[in-house]
């Protein structure tokens, strides 16, 4: 207690200097928008602002309140401020959080000031309205609606001891306050020293008007317990107390040494799973060379990969004219480290490395800063800049000869396999000021009318343009949309032609704010006929294509990759740094359960999918609809993630009519079956004429064209009935004359059935709360209340329902029947059966049950093994009188532990060992490590299974058999 004693004199020195009357207001000045914030509070006579260059404890404790402007971390060593803040709080300071500060960008679990209060900053949202929603001090005299200055916001997670008070356009937490100890905290998730002024720019710029008026607000209520007006021996005591409790927290606890234990270990076995040299199958492996490599250091890391799994290597060799080899074209330049080499070739050295372990190189081509004639300009022939360069146009066909040629070299001087082009909404600035004409032409063709030229106007504020509302803002997108899929186009027919493949990139956008204006419209890209694509980890809504490669960057952990990336397809890998330097990632393990994912990944490359139902998604109509599109994306995602705590659940977009036929039921959120020509419905009329369900969720049934002009209420043709009449509040359904279950309270339309239609449950008030219609062989069940934001509020009998229905009309062979994980994968490769669990909280318990007989198989029995942990789980049939496990068994259901995958409790030394490394390298590592190790801990720990049921005489998944003696 010798630093605690130390720092009390310290702070009663401190506190014993001030007993001001005034509110002491400390202002970090090295937080964004700072320096308007003191200018701002330095104008106010009732607040003396002090401005803190760090936030030790010393410099707090003369304060009443301290504010925080937008700050992306504590910065590198400074981790020792958030004991030091949260204390402050305790002891009765008053914090003020504002931006990125309340948990967005930069933190993490374990440096989030006051996650008690503000669980997290989720994302930027781009709207600028926010409304009072809550009765709070906060927000006196404020109206109930106003805007703020800068152009985006902050939108939080509230915590369990916080309460939202403002809310954005979408409902989203933005003013979040709670107490913490003695103290006050308010998650501001506007800047107060920030905003855009008339000509677009951002800036610093103190607040005014309404935002001034809930500064002040928040300055007041945090503030006040007055610190500084008390005694010193007060503050001490208070000091003394937050400091003993924030140390008995921290008390070093017994770990739980149990949770690794499965309760069936004592009936596994070791498993040694097919050496990786017996498998087929394909996995990638995206490379950059570092500049000091040598031909022997180079050969050894293509070997390496060969024996981690890798077949296939992705060699960044062209961004922009930047050429990462020893190019013959015409004004290219060349980049990469290519100097440092002296005069070597590095992509032939690669290749030639390649090709002596058998493995193929594929050309990575991404944006970058091109040359005239190229890029992207407005009417007035400005540039559209991505930070400091222009962006490339993809409709340029100067562009597209200078690619061509960069193709023809790579497979005429090279031979490589084909080429990668990463990440193609970099172009997102464009917004097509030179290709008026052209854009008038398509709009003409597409929905029979030009737009005018004042249109040009609109199209000068670039990227700050964001307006669902205007049809030609919709317009624009999907014309965006069309050109990037056409130049996906042109680079796969031009490889193609060459004898070379050609790999795209799939990225559903309505988890961004401003997605729209990336122009990844998945099914126009798919059907830009590239060999393959890949789909990062998580996109769910771009994973059904058969072509679909699922693949893994940075910032996850391998229990997520494991069941993620096992599609039954290839693999990619896109971080070589887990292999090449593993510990900096937080994950030591990396290396081996890298190997252990490709592994499993090529063994099971080709599966067929064994998913019986699908969510549908219509992305672009999502973004088209909505100024923020992210709050609707969260609720079905979250929708998919619960229902596939009941059986495998696939996400489909609407349009991908031609899957329709892989699946027995389709669910319908609401916006997935709005904006479709009649193509698209008739498409979901014939599958369910042919026997297969659709479960709609709520909403009307809408057909128009892609832009949302032309509506066509086609609810009655599908629902069998019509929404209408006065909304009306409900909060109980009837399921059966003596069942009732509660919802979450809801403003309703009725839905008022047409003859035929069958009530298959009622609301409390007797109105129609669930509905089916015959289609042919097939029904249409209509849900008419607000399905995703009931699974979003917990409301498990009501989701329980859902799955019922989805379950019992889609009859799938796998099924849940204890929750305890979800599904991410149901496989079948010739007869062999794998199903992919994943859980962030383990231990976790699940049962799972198989229908062998359904899936067509009668082996006399059966294995199970579990690829997770390389077991085999035996029958319990007696140690020494081993037996296999029957079709009936696993039907009835297996009960499974998922436990920890690999070891979680890992802890940095304070001491790296970073001596021996030259001086830069010391200073990077020593910062950086620590960060990302911290950044990634909470990752780790989440568990995952792959359960794997094979007939007992089959040795390998290709069905070899066991050699039986005479």
């Known amino acids: 207690m010798k630093t605690l004693g130390m720092l009390l004199v310290l702070v009663a020195l401190i506190v014993a200097q001030s007993c001001a009357s005034a509110l002491e207001v400390g202002v970090y000045t090295r937080s964004t928008g700072a320096g308007a914030v003191i200018e701002a509070l330095g104008q106010q006579d009732t607040i003396t602002v002090v401005e803190l260059e760090s936030l030790d404890l010393p410099a707090l404790v003369g304060c009443d309140v301290i504010v925080l402007e937008s700050m992306k971390g504590l910065g590198g060593g400074n981790e020792k401020w958030r004991d030091a803040i949260r204390t402050y709080a305790a002891a009765g300071g008053g914090v003020v959080l504002e931006h990125d500060s309340v948990g967005f960008r930069g933190w993490d679990d374990e440096t989030r000031l006051f996650p008690e209060i503000i669980a997290l900053g989720i994302d930027r949202s781009q709207t600028v309205t926010v409304r009072v929603v809550a009765e709070h001090p906060v927000i006196a005299g404020l109206p109930a609606e106003f805007k703020h200055a800068y152009s985006d916001h902050i939108m939080m997670q509230v915590g369990p001891e916080g309460e939202t008070v403002i809310a954005d356009a979408d409902g989203m937490a933005t003013t979040i306050a709670g107490s913490y100890g003695k103290g006050r905290v308010v998650g501001n998730g506007m800047i107060s020293g920030y905003g855009v002024d008339e000509t677009g720019a951002a800036k610093q710029m103190p607040a005014t008007g309404d935002q001034l008026k809930l500064l002040l607000n928040t300055i007041k209520w945090a503030g006040e317990a007055q610190l500084s007006a008390l005694e010193p021996g007060e503050v001490i005591a208070r000091m003394t107390e937050a400091l003993e409790a924030e140390l008995a927290a921290k008390a070093p606890q017994a770990p739980p040494y149990t949770d690794w234990y499965p309760n069936t270990a004592m009936q596994e076995a070791g498993y040694q799973k097919q050496p990786m040299a017996e498998l087929g199958g394909r996995a990638w492996q995206w490379w950059t060379l570092k500049p000091g490599y040598s031909n022997e250091m180079i050969h050894r890391h293509v070997q390496h990969m060969r024996r981690t799994g890798v077949t296939d290597i992705i060699y960044l060799g062209q961004s922009g004219l930047q050429l990462g080899y020893l190019s013959d074209i015409p004004d290219a330049q060349r980049k990469f480290w290519v100097g440092r080499y002296k005069g070597r070739d590095p992509l032939k050295l690669v290749c030639e490395a390649a090709k002596a372990e058998g493995l193929r190189v594929w050309l990575g081509m991404h944006s970058g800063d091109y040359g005239e004639g190229m890029v992207c300009v407005d009417h007035k022939g400005q540039p559209y800049m991505y930070g400091t360069h222009p962006i490339d146009d993809v409709r340029s066909p100067t562009l597209r000869e200078f690619l061509k040629q960069v193709l023809t070299e790579a497979k005429e001087k090279y031979d490589l396999a084909g080429f990668y082009y990463d990440e193609l909404f970099f172009n997102y600035p464009d917004k097509c000021g030179d290709d008026f004409d052209d854009f008038s032409q398509w709009c003409e063709a597409e929905f029979g009318e030009r737009p005018d030229k004042s249109l040009l106007d609109k199209l000068e504020a670039g990227v700050r343009w964001h307006d669902p509302e205007d049809v030609w803002w919709r317009r624009l997108m999907l014309y965006k949309a069309h050109n990037n899929a056409d130049f996906m186009k042109f680079l796969a027919d031009t490889a193609h032609g060459l004898g070379m493949g050609a790999i795209g990139e799939l990225r559903p956008c309505a988890r961004y704010a401003n997605g729209a204006t990336y122009a990844m419209d998945n099914p126009a890209l798919v059907r830009a006929g590239c060999d393959w694509y890949y789909v990062a980890a998580g996109c769910e809504a771009a994973m059904v294509y058969p072509n679909g490669c699922s693949g893994q960057h940075h910032g996850g952990p391998f229990g997520y990759y494991n069941t993620h990336n096992l599609r039954g397809r290839p693999t990619f890998n896109f971080v070589y740094y887990h292999i090449e330097h593993p510990i900096a990632w937080g994950t030591p393990e990396h290396p081996e359960r890298l190997r252990e994912m490709l592994r499993d990944c090529r063994e099971w490359d080709g599966a067929k999918s064994l998913t019986r139902a699908a969510l549908l998604t219509y992305q672009y109509g999502i973004m088209l609809q909505n100024a923020d599109p992210r709050p609707i994306e969260k609720l079905e995602a979250n929708l998919l993630y619960r229902l596939g705590r009941y059986q495998d659940v696939d996400r489909l977009e609407t349009e991908d009519t031609r899957y329709y036929e892989n699946y027995r039921v389709l669910i319908a959120p609401p916006l997935s079956i709005q904006g479709h020509g009649p193509e698209v419905f008739a498409a979901i009329e014939e599958f369910v004429s042919n026997g297969g369900t659709v479960i709609s969720l709520g909403g009307k049934w809408i057909q128009s064209l892609r832009d949302f002009t032309r509506q066509e209420d086609v609810t009655a043709r599908f629902l069998g009935g019509d929404y209408k009449g006065e909304s009306r509040p409900v909060d109980t359904i009837n399921i059966e004359a003596d069942e009732e279950i509660k919802i979450a309270p809801q403003e309703l339309i009725p839905f008022v059935p047409a003859a035929g239609t069958q009530v298959l449950s009622t609301f409390g008030d007797g109105k129609p709360a669930a509905t089916v219609k015959t289609i042919g062989k097939g029904n249409v069940i209509g ?106 068994d696993l039907k009835e259901g297996l009960e499974l532990t998922i436990a920890p995958a690999g070891t979680m409790r890992w802890d940095l030394p304070e001491d790296l060992g970073l001596s021996v490394w030259p001086e830069w390298d010391q200073d990077w590592l020593g910062t950086q490590v620590p960060k990302m190790w911290a950044g990634h801990k909470g990752l780790r720990e989440c568990g995952f299974e792959v359960l794997i049921i094979t007939p007992h005489d089959e040795l390998t998944i290709s069905g070899q058999k066991a050699v039986v003696g005479q």
Do not use: M
Request: aromatic letters at 8%.
């Open 783 to 888: 849900i008419h209340c607000d399905v995703l934001s009931e699974a979003a509020a917990d409301g498990w009998a009501h989701e329980r329902l859902l799955a019922d229905l989805v379950s019992e009309f889609s009859q799938p062979e796998i099924r849940v029947l204890d929750a305890g994980a979800e599904i991410k994968t149901s496989l079948q490769k010739n007869n062999w059966v794998a199903v992919s669990l994943f859980e962030r909280e383990t231990p976790a318990s699940v049962r799972i049950s198989v229908d062998l007989e359904k899936l067509g198989l009668n082996a006399e029995g059966y294995r199970v093994l579990l690829y997770g942990r390389s077991r085999e789980l035996l029958k319990p049939t007696g140690v020494y009188q081993p037996s296999n496990w029957t079709a009936e």
